[in-house]
């Protein structure tokens, strides 16, 4: 079974924190966004421990979801990141986006969706960035 895990930048500090999606408000002028992580408290006087969900607001646009996969380093891949992969006889940096029913890499800006949907099933693609915070990857390309 694919673990359902979702990243996003924190509001506060702009650090990216992995764990459960959470969409809170009335409607969408008062939508606030966030990532919910479990956290783990120990009580040194009784041992006793518990589990909790922190909710961490982040900013909605860099919300991706973990695909399932990972990269030839062992590394997640999200929605949004920027891999590199081998098309025919060179590399070519692209964007992990979702569409068509299935995670795969956009060229153009994750704008393309004529690209072959299996295309993340390949294990010599690497993550090396992100839309986010590295979007001179996919410029020129």
């Known amino acids: 079974m694919r673990e359902i895990l979702f990243r996003g930048k ?3 500090n702009g650090k990216w924190v992995e764990g459960y999606y959470a969409r809170k408000g009335v409607d969408k002028d008062t939508f606030k966004h966030f990532i919910c992580v479990m ?3 120990v009580n040194g006087n ?3 421990s518990m589990f909790y969900l922190t909710d961490i607001e982040v900013i909605p646009e860099t919300v991706g ?3 399932g996969m990972t990269d030839k380093n062992g590394t997640k891949i999200f929605e949004g990141d920027v891999v590199m992969k081998r098309t025919y006889h060179k590399k070519k940096p692209c ?3 979702f569409g068509v029913g299935c995670f795969h890499c956009g060229w153009g800006g994750g704008s393309s969706t004529k ?3 299996y295309l993340l099933n390949d294990k010599q693609i690497e993550v090396i ?3 986010h915070d590295n979007p001179e ?3 020129n390309n």
């Open 65 to 67: 979801q973990y695909t």
């Open 95 to 97: 964007e992990v986006v």
């Open 10 to 12: 924190r509001k506060d």
């Open 46 to 48: 009784t041992y006793s």
């Open 39 to 41: 956290t783990f408290n």
């Open 129 to 131: 960035g992100n839309i």
């Open 115 to 117: 690209d072959h949907p």
């Open 137 to 139: 990857l996919l410029k």
